[in-house]
């Protein structure tokens, strides 16, 4: 996918289990979920997955952990669209670096976002490395009940 791309995604409708996989080498960073309503915003301190708080939503969207292969790190994290509470319209998939390392997500290599599902629908999405940020929204995961449900790179 590009940057800024849209993707309506209706086979994923009808999958289960949602999978994103971030891939990584040069530096350490952390893949992080925020389950936003309406508004855009998280509800409350609920709505936040991250490395202290690795599932939420009863297990509807959690982390699965890292593995390092070789010099590549990759993060999992699974998403249940259809299991979240009604009040989650959207899951915003996002990359923080190590705050006290000081570095920013120029220090990234080879940095990979895929999302898939058992249907056999993917995609992946290379986000830039840019030197001046240390955290990035890479992807938006939309559940409109009206115009069905699309994938958003943002990067």
């Keep these: 996918m590009l940057l800024g791309q849209r993707v309506a995604y209706e086979l994923w409708a009808q999958c289960s289990?949602?999978?994103?996989?971030f891939t990584f080498a040069g530096a350490d960073a952390d893949l992080t979920l925020f389950l936003t309503g309406p508004d855009g915003c998280v509800s409350d301190d609920q709505d936040f997955v991250f490395y202290n708080q690795p599932s939420a939503a009863n297990g509807a969207s959690r982390l699965l952990g890292k593995q390092t292969e070789g010099p590549h790190v990759t993060e999992k994290a699974a998403v249940h669209l259809t299991a979240l509470p009604e009040h989650v319209q959207c899951v915003v998939v996002s990359?923080?670096?190590?705050?006290?390392?000081?570095?920013?997500?120029?220090?990234?290599t080879h940095a990979e976002l895929y999302m898939g599902c058992a249907t056999g629908a993917a995609w992946t999405f290379r986000p830039p490395a840019d030197p001046n940020i240390r955290a990035m929204v890479i992807a938006k995961l939309y559940r409109h009940h009206a115009n069905g449900q699309h994938l958003e790179t943002t990067g």
């Design 17 to 21: 289990l949602h999978v994103i996989a």
């Design 95 to 108: 990359i923080n670096m190590d705050v006290d390392a000081g570095l920013t997500c120029a220090a990234l």
